[in-house]
Nanobody, 119 residues
Framework: QVQLVESGGGLVQPGGSLRLSCAAS????????MGWYRQAPGKQRELVAV???????NYADSVKGRFTISSDNAKNTVYLQMTSLKYEDTAVYYC?????????????WGQGTQVTVSS
């Protein structure tokens, strides 16, 4: 099994910054990628940013230039540095770990952490 523990969410004013962390433990062999998704009330969960085991990154257009995803392989942790936060960034942010092996993939999700951007 895989356990994902997220931290770092909270309340921040527009224009502010937050850093989210997601620590993975358990059976994380064959790790393919880790990423952050978010879900605002009444909306579908959407990709925010992803980083592969080869350190390639991909971002949603809405966060490019403001958010940065990074990883510390020694700590099995992925980070999301969020700057210039906007009201529309308010959501529950979920960490996802993807494993891949022999053509199959497995997804594991964290419990989510709330980010609220408000004045």
């Amino acid at each position: 099994q895989v356990q994902l523990v997220e931290s770092g969410g909270g309340l921040v004013q527009p224009g502010g910054s937050l850093r989210l962390s997601c620590a993975a433990s358990g059976s994380i062999g064959s790790l393919n990628a880790m990423g952050w998704y978010r879900q605002a009330p009444g909306k579908q969960r959407e990709l925010v940013a992803v980083i592969t085991s080869g350190r390639s990154t991909n971002y949603a257009d809405s966060v490019k230039g403001r958010f940065t995803i990074s990883s510390d392989n020694a700590k099995n942790t992925v980070y999301l540095q969020m700057t210039s936060l906007k009201y529309e960034d308010t959501a529950v942010y979920y960490c996802k770990l993807e494993k891949a092996r022999y053509g199959s993939t497995w997804d594991y999700w964290g419990q989510g952490t709330q980010v609220t951007v408000s004045s």
